[in-house]
């Protein structure tokens, strides 16, 4: 074996610098440029790449530590690494002097496998280092160096790696525990085959090295479960990043399980993570729809059956979109609240003067019908609440159509059929439709027709209690109606306190299309005309 010393290089000017991220690993072979290791000064990070073509022997430095010219960081074997199709026998024969890295463990078994459990390795002179991440799920399959758990020191974020390719049975660890050397971190089944142990049985079958030679490589399959190349990592999957990278994601924010990754095997390196804030970036300046947390780091849960029993369940797929569809709202439409009472004292009178006729129609005559009657009148009255926002184009869609969505509370969630040509139908006509949609929606036999077109819509929660709420603007549209309990209240009427019944309204609306006084005149007109619904024959 020819030993060669890797050393830092001329730094140009700089005097100390950081190590930020190391590339290998004892065992790994490299070739000439290789990254070694990233290093960072006061004004920028740099690559120290390899000398030439060999195997890392072992790395002297760990992340976080100060390096000058000259110092020596890495030992690398360079003996024999022009044939590269033969690095399998080599270990064989310098198999006495490679005893120090932890590979060479593994011929103790001949093929089979073992169960380990994995320790803490030295954390660099520190102690009680809290985990951040835990990279890996039990049931996954690793191979060697794959990084197992994230720590965080006071001065730098380092991966713990695997000493073992082979199957996660137990994790002893959870996220916040505080680890030392020498603590239990997983238990596995270790796979005394691939790696460089292969390399020393495949010779066997003489007339074949060549294959044999070509399965040394094995170990990197095994380590990509879940990686697909320059792909979006699946919701869940491990992401495959150094803590360089990661400390620039959380510096700015950027969620890595939605940056794809570049690197050898999908992982994840720091221009890949400017490109996706840069990207983020140009959208929101071009006025483009963010996407759902996009630039917002996520939430990451803990382990809730640590405090107690717990059960998991599957969200449905109405509850998902209906989750996907409020967030993106949220997220996209600056949302204010304008809430209001409206007097229906005989409004309610008249509609329960209605009964009789309602049961030989065989229709129910609810309020829904006058707030939706109530409604379209006011949006052809203010025509700014019948738009949508074109925000790429920078233009305003009007509508001339009057389409209404009801939300209906069902079992399986929330769900809006839309009622088309409000202004054009009469009371007992809404009322008959809007009962046979809300029965559709329960029984989930709405169609996609049923459930699209909407320039507004009306959200009630007084069936079941409630003094106001502020509901969520369903973009693309521009203002929601929000209902409460009605409730009798003393109301003044210039001579004395009269008792009446009170509707609260709140109204949300997007304000880059409406603005306050535009919000308060919708108020305040539909509270005059369900209290006097007369008006609405006007």
């Known amino acids: 074996m020819s030993e060669q010393e890797i050393r830092v290089p001329d730094l140009g000017g700089a005097d100390e610098v950081e190590v930020i991220e190391i590339s290998v690993g004892a065992g790994d072979p490299v070739q000439e440029e290789d990254p070694i290791l990233t290093v960072e000064s006061d004004k920028a990070s740099v690559e120290l790449p390899a000398p030439g073509a060999g195997t890392i022997v072992r790395v002297t430095v760990s992340v976080g530590d100060k390096v000058r010219e000259g110092d020596v960081v890495a030992v690398m074997d360079s003996a024999g690494a022009a044939a590269e199709s033969a690095p399998a026998p080599e270990p064989e024969q310098a198999q006495p002097e490679a005893k120090p890295a932890p590979a060479p463990a593994a011929p103790a078994s001949s093929g089979g496998s073992r169960k380990e459990t994995v320790l803490v390795p030295a954390l660099d002179g520190f102690d ?7 990279n890996v799920s039990e049931g996954d399959t690793i191979g060697l160096d794959d990084p197992l758990v994230t720590v965080e020191s006071d001065k730098a974020t380092m991966e713990i790696p695997s000493p073992y390719q082979g199957k996660v049975e137990r994790i002893l660890v959870s996220e916040g525990d505080k680890l030392s050397e020498g603590d239990q971190l997983l238990e596995m089944t270790v796979v005394d085959e691939g790696g460089e142990a292969p390399a020393q049985a495949a010779p066997e079958p003489q007339s074949r090295p060549e294959p044999a030679a070509a399965k040394a490589p094995a170990p990197a399959p095994a380590a990509a479960p879940g990686d697909s190349g ?8 491990r992401v495959h990043a150094g803590p360089a990278v990661r400390k620039l994601a959380r510096e700015l924010g950027a969620d890595l399980t939605r940056v794809p990754g570049s690197g050898p095997k999908g992982r994840i390196v720091k221009d890949d993570v400017q490109a996706y804030v840069k990207r983020q970036l140009q959208q929101v300046q071009q006025g483009g729809v963010v996407a759902a947390g996009s630039g917002i780091p996520g939430v990451k849960l803990p382990d809730f059956s640590q405090f107690g029993d717990i059960e998991t369940q599957p969200m449905s797929r109405i509850m998902s979109a209906t989750a996907i569809n409020m967030q993106r709202s949220w997220l996209n439409v600056p949302h204010v609240t304008q809430f209001e009472d409206a007097d229906i004292t005989d409004m309610e009178a008249f509609r329960k003067s209605q009964k009789a006729a309602g049961e030989k129609r065989g229709v129910k005559m609810t309020p829904l019908p006058f707030l939706l009657k109530a409604c379209a009148t006011v949006l052809a009255e203010l025509p700014q609440f019948n738009v949508s926002l074109d925000m790429d184009r920078k233009e305003v869609i009007r509508k001339k159509y009057i389409h209404i969505g009801i939300a209906v509370d069902t079992p399986h969630g929330l769900m809006v059929p839309v009622i088309r040509n409000v202004d054009q139908k009469g009371l007992w006509e809404l009322a008959a439709e809007s009962a046979e949609l809300a029965q559709k929606a329960r029984d989930k036999q709405l169609k996609p027709a049923e459930m699209q077109g909407a320039c507004f819509t ?16 369903n973009t693309p549209e521009v203002a929601i109606l929000g209902v409460s309990k009605a409730a009798m209240k003393p109301v003044w009427d210039g001579q004395a306190f009269q008792p009446r019944l009170m509707l609260p309204l709140s109204l949300s609306y997007d304000h880059r299309a409406v603005n306050g006084a535009d919000a308060a005149r919708f108020t305040t007109l539909l509270s005059q005309l369900l209290g006097d619904i007369r008006t609405l024959l006007l």
Do not use: D, Y
């Open 128 to 134: 009680n280092v809290p985990v951040i991440e835990i």
């Open 230 to 237: 320059n792909t979006l990592p699946a919701p869940g999957t």
């Open 458 to 473: 009306i959200t009630s929660l007084g069936g079941i209690g409630g003094t106001a709420f502020t509901p969520i603007v």
